[in-house]
T-cell receptor
Framework: EAGVAQSPRYKIIEKRQSVAFWCNPI?????LYWYQQILGQGPKLLIQ????????DSQLPKDRFSAERLKGVDSTLKIQPAKLEDSAVYLC????????????FGEGSRLTVL | DQQVKQNSPSLSVQEGRISILNCDYT??????FLWYKKYPAEGPTFLISISSIKDKNEDGRFTVFLNKSAKHLSLHIVPSQPGDSAVYFC?????????FGKGTHLIIQP
């Protein structure tokens, strides 16, 4: 089966600009996650969707970050305006509904904010 | 508050020997734990998991041990192979959600 697809793989922007990342999860996976991984740290959950509803967005900086999952399939994560500390890899993952644990990750989108 | 801790940023092991990666946690509500492996420029991939009601799970060269009283788990890889060189993340999961450790970079030396 096809894996989790993410784009773009790399993005360089200046601070205060905006950026958007796209994720297409594995077909049939109801749960979708966006993680932020800063260099040298573990992935940090930003937002979790179950179908097109938000399950957990407690760690999403809502003043600048937004995410949506229209129709319960693809998802976009937007940052506006970007700050230097947003430089990170943004990982999208999906999992099957009702299963605990195993996440299937995409290759990630590396953001550099100058 | 870091609920999942991997205190060794890196570990170097000779090929053929056993690699032991450690993980400590503080949240006693975790229901399960998972280990992920990550190569550079790739997303993490699932390696092995263990339920909180078990103390051991084995899959080929990989074994995870869970010591609930010590809130400690470890991943054993034996024998270690060059392809095992990667960053390994420990993850705890439960009703409160999923939490990753910072990772341990395993380097397998020839």
């Amino acid at each position: 089966e096809a894996g989790v697809a993410q784009s773009p793989r790399y993005k360089i922007i200046e601070k205060r600009q905006s950026v958007a990342f796209w994720c297409n999860p594995i077909s049939g996976h109801a749960t979708l996650y966006w993680y932020q991984q800063i260099l040298g740290q573990g992935p940090k959950l930003l937002i979790q969707f179950q179908n097109n509803g938000v399950v957990d967005d407690s760690q999403l900086p809502k003043d600048r970050f937004s995410a949506e999952r229209l129709k319960g399939v693809d998802s976009t994560l937007k940052i506006q305006p970007a700050k230097l500390e947003d430089s990170a890899v943004y990982l999208c993952a999906s999992s099957r509904e009702g299963e605990t644990g195993e996440l299937f990750f995409g290759e990630g989108s590396r953001l550099t904010v100058l | 508050d870091q609920q999942v801790k991997q205190n060794s940023p890196s570990l170097s092991v000779q090929e053929g020997r056993i690699s032991i990666l450690n993980c400590d946690y503080t949240n006693s509500m975790f229901d399960y734990f998972l280990w992920y492996k990550k190569y550079p420029a790739e997303g993490p991939t699932f390696l092995i998991s263990i339920s909180s009601i078990k103390d051991k799970n084995e899959d080929g060269r990989f074994t995870v041990f869970l010591n609930k009283s010590a809130k400690h788990l470890s991943l054993h890889i034996v024998p270690s192979q060059p392809g095992d060189s990667a960053v390994y993340f420990c993850e705890g999961g439960g009703a409160d959600g999923l939490t990753f450790g910072k990772g341990t970079h395993l380097i397998i030396q020839p």
